[in-house]
């Protein structure tokens, strides 16, 4: 089309590349030491996340080179690219933990359920972006969107992976908050939410049922979910203000965690740098949902704000559903910590998110 | 124009976005308040707490094994129970100096030695905090020792744990089976169980491992630095398991198993009407107690390499040609296809050639003109080369397969099926044709043909009862703790064969003669009061030319085989003896074990009969 464009370089987000260049280094610092055995050699997992933000950073200037106009023309493929892949998974997937979520790539494991979260972004804001009825979406409108939410997130659930279905469902219903619901669709859509979930609960695996129980009265299952709750609120108190230190966290020794390097990073985190780092983690990213929310308020049509809202909405609720569950204040969820965590397929996911947002940023002045 | 109010449009459309992302901006900054605040709960508030809490940690896991189901036989007497075991366990988290404490702990318990010399289990998945288990089963002196050291040994306590206790000893050893700590294997089918669990792995132990087991609980426990227990935080309670009760009957089996001797070989007593196994014994045996706590290599290695193979249940699993126990359901067969009548009348002159040869009569001088009956009553060979000669292998095979014989009996216990030959058979197993010969060894139990002494007694339990095969079973009864019943078991029927009344008498009176004839094969299972009936059996392992059988190698020697049911006219129990390499024919050696078992068996029920006439009597 054209060469190289100047003014990609001049009206550059530096702020929200900074925010996540910071978490995606705290995340690593948090990594390292969560799989850290003692000895001075860096775990493999640590080296394949490293790789993973390699990758991660090649998406993100792939999300914000390519403008995010033509990528609104594109939304139905990229959509549909993606729930091929997870159709796949139950094809020719690999089981883990109980589930089959995962499609072997060489030595490298992907988690299709995490690109749906860009998919699905794409596909939801174009429609809410073309589709505008006067006074707001009623109930009926609303046909279309829920079917591109709910194709891949009953694909999702059947994996099972509960937490990416959650995370999928916010994602479609921040995205409807903000295109524009009639007050009168808005509660009948709560009601509908309501009735549906004693479905939903026959649905869920037993250990799945057992985590929420679990949650919602604690006594019940004091020797699993229960028990990984009390260690986790135990390692996050006992970083007290300042924390243990760097490689000094003794409950992140001991292994009283499980999936620490995943689902309880935080709480690793949270040990070795104490209240003052957990908090400056929080605010890090709290300044990162804040840009966003302003770039989306500044971009020049509703894709690009829809866009942005969905990328802040994705990010804010992984936030939110694992540190809940690492600080003992919801119930345990396989969620990840986005930036933080250690999985290749959610960093890249969150990185070309990102880009995404930067290439809204960026492109809101030109003409 | 158009475009004018389409920016307009878009326009308007954003603006009414802004408030909404107003909200969601407000939304994000409370949740993160919210965050923080807990946070600041977590780590501040209550960091000095969790802070303790942390170190060493604090709070652990428990586990809270369940109790094991017990067994009780037929008269509600404990088979399989229980007994309570001081186990030492050693926290090496809690122990400050790991090697001074072992130090420490060896001179009162030799076994800890080998955790000093590296020779203890290791298991890297571990956790540091969870103890291991240094010895099991401690007497009461080195239990006092160590409890009075309690301080010079940081990180060991003692446990009071119970052991699977195997009340019957190495009685029904094989049947009830024994326990053993779960590997890799039974880890990966069955997610319940964790390393160090026991699990049934023989016998009804296993069979019934789902019932007995239970569910396992566990304790959150806050411990001091030290590792001492301070209080519990919450807990799982267990679920013990189930009882079982058993179809066995306990002073039956040890009579049965006493009958044996030390004769290898296997005896089941079946109850006629219902198929239930009152009794199953097996030599040589062992004593499962040597498996309730883990057994030691010496003794395991012992129980595999003797060659008498003491770990075999013979009963279900050995496989020997029935020999003339095969005869009466050929004699049925023979009546049943009308090749013989009940008066037909051949000749034995000690042999009867065919194909160039001559299959011999175990009697070489003959028996002279023999019927039916008599030919039963003395196993008369040369009569049923007559009847196979008649009847053809299709026939023969059929007949066997009616009784259950060669069949697999749907047990929930290993059990081998059994062989019997047909021409489809061969053709697949050997790609060859039948030869009438073989027919001719088959009809009297040799060559190919294999039975289990199980199914033998079952056989014989369907001869007695009119042609009944009952389902042969074990556990009438599956009870909670209280006693409550969870579970019963009914007599279950196989298939039943219509029989027609006359042919069976003729058979009954064949086997009757067997035991009270004149010339009766099996005259030494002859009881003065109750009216027997029977049918040696001897069956060859390889053919030869008879001699001295004491200069024959045991493995070569013939095997011996008796099978009854008694009383006659009301026939309540069906017994299958099979003593393995006897060497001597079925009537010098297995008929003496059958009369010792149907002795005690009339001498039990009529003791019981008694007793619950005086309680009848008194309590009236």
Redesign the interface.
Known sequence: MMGFDRRLVEHFDWLLFCLTVGLLGLGLLGLYSATYDGSPQASPQFIRQLIWAAVGFCGMGLAFAIDYRRLEQWAYLLYGATLCLLILVPLIGSFGGGARRWIYVGMFSLQPAEFMKIGLLLVLARWYHRV?PPGGYGIRDLFAPAVFFSAPALLVLWQPNLGTTITLGLLFL?LT????LRLQSLSILALAGGSILPFIWTYLKPYQQQRVLSFLYP?I???GA??HM??S?????????WGKGFLLG??NR???LPEKHTDFIFAVF??EW??VG??GL?VL??AL??RL?VI??R?R??FG??LT?GV?GII?WQI?IN??MN???LPVVGVPLPLLSYGGSSLLTTMVAIGLALNVSTRRLFF | MNEQSEVFASQETLTACYRRIGVISLIILFVFCALGFRLWQLQIVEGDRFRTLSEKNRIRLKRLPSIRGLMLDRTGRVVVGNHPSFDVILVPEDAQDRLTTLHTLASYLPQAVDFLEGKAPRNPLRPAYEGISVARDISWDTLAMIESHQLDLPGVSVEANLKRFYAAGNLAAHLVGYIGEVNQAEMAAYKRYRQGDLIGKVGLEKAWEEVLRGYNGGQQIEVDATGRKLRVLDEVKTQPGYNVHLTLDLELQEQVEQALGEAEGAVVVLAVETGEVLALANRPTFDPNLFALSIKPNEWRTLVEDPLRPLTNRALRGQYPPGSTFKPFMALAALKEEVVMPETQFNCQGGLPFGGRTFHCWKRPGHGWMDLKQALAQSCDVYFYKVGQRLGIQKIAQAARRFGLGQDLGLALAASPGLIPDIEWKRRRFNAPWYDGETLSVVIGQSYVLTTPLQMAVATAALANGGIIHRPFFVTQVSSVDGEPIQIYSPEIMTRTEIPEEHLRIVRDGMREVVHGERGTGKKAFLPDIEVAGKTGTSQVVSRIPGKEEKVPRHHRDHAWFIAFAPVKTPKIAVACLIEHAGKGGGAVAAPVVRQVLEAYFRIVEQRKLENDGIRQTAG
Request: aromatic share 10%; charged share 10%.
């Open positions: 505008v921040t908050f903000t295109a524009g006594d299952d004091p020797l229960g028990y009390i260690q609120k135990m390692t996050v108190g006992s970083g007290m203000l003794t409950q001991l292994d009283f949270a040990e104490g209240f957990a908090l929080l990213y709290c949902l804040i929310l989306a308020l971009a049509e509703r704000l829809l809202v802040a804010f939110v540190t809940g600080v003992g204040a």
